[in-house]
C-alpha cells in the first residue's frame, strides 16, 4: 500500500496489488472519516492501523462511494464506524455484492475474512453533509460509473474525493453513458482544488478543469464513433477499430488496463446505440 499526504489532513492510500484502487482517510480532532477501502484484507487493514496507531484518531464514519468489490472489501476492518452510501449501494451490496463476495470466498482463502457490511446511513436524491471536529464532507450522488455512486467534498481543502467518477478512462458498463455525462457537467461548477480518482494518481490543482472536459470529450468522441459504425450497419465486432487515442485517452494509464475497460464501453455503448435507432420509427 502506498501513502500520500494530499492535504494537511487528508490521506490517500492507493493498493499495489490490484489497479491502483485508492481509499482516502480526513483526520479531525474529533474521529477520521475513511472514504472507500482497499480490496485485499491486508491492505485495508493497514490503512486502519495507520489512522488509529499512527494518527491516533478513531475512525468515525467509513463512506461507500458505490458498492463494487474493489471499494467495499474493506469495509469490515472498520468494525466501531457508521457506514454512509447511496439507498441503491446498501440495495446492490445486500444482492449482487453478497453473491459475489461469497462466490470468491470460495476460490480466495486471502479474501476469507471479509464480511459483507451494509451501510447505516443512507440517502436518495439531493446531498448529505457529514460535519466532524470543524470539517465539512458533502456527499451527492454522481451516477455512471454506477447507479449508485457518489462523491465527497472536503469543503475546507477543496479536495474531491471521486471514486471511480474519475479514473483513467470513464467507465460505464454498469453504469449509464448519459448519466456520466450529466455527473462530470455538474462538477464543473464545484469550486475543486484536486480530485483523489478512484483508481490512479491524484489531479492536482489546474489539471482539475481540463481533466473534467478531457473525460467529456472522451465520452462524447466515442458515442460519435460507435454511431457511425452502427449507422454503417458494421456487427459489434467493429468496435475494435475504436482506438482510445482517437477519442483523446491515454493508452497506457493503469499498466494498460484503461485499453480494456474502453473496449468494454464501446461494445456497451454499440449495443445501446443500435437499440435507440430500432426503437427509432423508421
Ligand atoms: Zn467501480
Not at 15 to 29: D, H, K, P
Not at 183 to 204: C, F, K, N, T
Request: aromatic share 8%.
Amino acid at each position: 500500500m502506498l501513502r500520500e499526504l494530499v492535504a494537511n489532513n487528508i490521506f490517500v492510500f492507493s493498493s499495489e496489488y490490484y489497479a491502483q484502487v485508492t481509499a482516502s482517510a480526513v483526520i479531525t480532532s474529533a474521529g477520521a472519516v475513511v472514504f472507500d477501502t482497499l480490496p485485499f484484507p491486508l491492505e485495508s487493514r493497514q490503512v486502519a492501523q495507520f489512522v488509529e496507531e499512527r494518527q491516533a484518531v478513531p475512525v468515525k464514519y467509513v463512506i461507500n462511494s458505490h458498492y463494487h468489490a474493489d471499494h467495499t472489501y474493506g469495509t469490515c476492518f472498520f468494525p466501531k464506524a457508521l457506514v454512509v452510501g447511496h439507498r441503491l449501494c446498501r440495495e446492490h451490496l445486500d444482492g449482487p455484492g453478497r453473491d459475489g463476495l461469497e462466490n470468491v470466498k470460495r476460490s480466495s482463502r486471502e479474501l476469507s475474512s471479509i464480511d459483507l457490511i451494509l451501510p447505516d446511513i443512507v440517502f436518495d436524491e439531493g446531498e448529505i453533509s457529514i460535519l466532524l471536529g470543524g470539517v465539512s464532507l458533502r456527499l451527492w450522488h454522481t451516477p455512471g460509473h454506477s447507479p449508485d455512486s457518489i462523491v465527497c467534498l472536503v469543503e475546507n481543502e477543496g479536495i474531491l474525493l471521486a471514486a471511480d467518477t474519475m479514473m483513467p478512462v470513464p467507465f460505464f458498463a454498469d453504469g449509464s453513458w448519459q448519466d456520466f455525462i450529466n455527473s462530470l457537467e455538474a462538477l464543473r461548477d464545484v469550486p475543486i482544488e484536486s480530485i483523489v480518482q478512484g483508481h490512479g494518481e491524484v489531479i492536482l490543482r489546474g489539471e482539475v478543469p481540463v481533466r473534467i472536459d478531457n473525460d467529456l470529450a472522451y465520452l462524447y468522441a466515442l458515442r460519435e464513433k460507435v454511431e457511425a459504425l452502427v449507422d454503417r450497419n458494421l456487427g459489434p465486432e467493429s468496435v475494435d477499430t475504436i482506438d482510445i487515442e482517437d477519442c483523446g485517452k491515454s493508452r497506457i494509464a493503469l499498466n494498460g488496463l484503461v485499453q480494456q475497460l474502453h473496449r468494454t464501453n464501446a461494445e456497451v455503448l454499440y449495443w445501446e446505440v443500435r437499440r435507440e435507432r430500432e426503437g427509432e420509427p423508421g
